[in-house]
Nanobody, 113 residues
Framework: QVQLVESGGGLVQSGGSLRLSCAVS????????MGWYRQAPGKERESVAV???????SYADSVKGRFTISRDNAKNTLYLQMNNLKPEDTAMYYC???????WGQGTQVTVST
């Protein structure tokens, strides 16, 4: 069974930065594609960024150039570096294991004007 635990969310001013982390249990992290998703109040959950086992990345248009997804296979950890944050980035951010379909509990990101 795979478990995912996110951390690093918080309150930040517009233009600020945050780095999210997702600690992943289980032996196959390094061969699994992983993703970050977010859900704002009243909206559907959306994909933010995805990274393949080989490190190939893709991003939602709304975060391109501002967010960077990365992984440390030695630490079984997924990251999301978020720069130049905007109020519209405010949401609960979730780590997602694309092989097992598992989700973390989420970490709240709030960007103030």
């Amino acid at each position: 069974q795979v478990q995912l635990v996110e951390s690093g969310g918080g309150l930040v001013q517009s233009g600020g930065s945050l780095r999210l982390s997702c600690a992943v249990s289980g032996p196959i992290f390094k061969i699994s594609p992983m993703g970050w998703y977010r859900q704002a109040p009243g909206k559907e959950r959306e994909s933010v960024a995805v990274i393949s086992s080989g490190g190939t990345t893709s991003y939602a248009d709304s975060v391109k150039g501002r967010f960077t997804i990365s992984r440390d296979n030695a630490k079984n950890t997924l990251y999301l570096q978020m720069n130049n944050l905007k109020p519209e980035d405010t949401a609960m951010y979730y780590c997602h294991h694309l092989v097992f379909g598992s989700w973390g509990q989420g970490t709240q990101v709030t960007v103030s004007t």
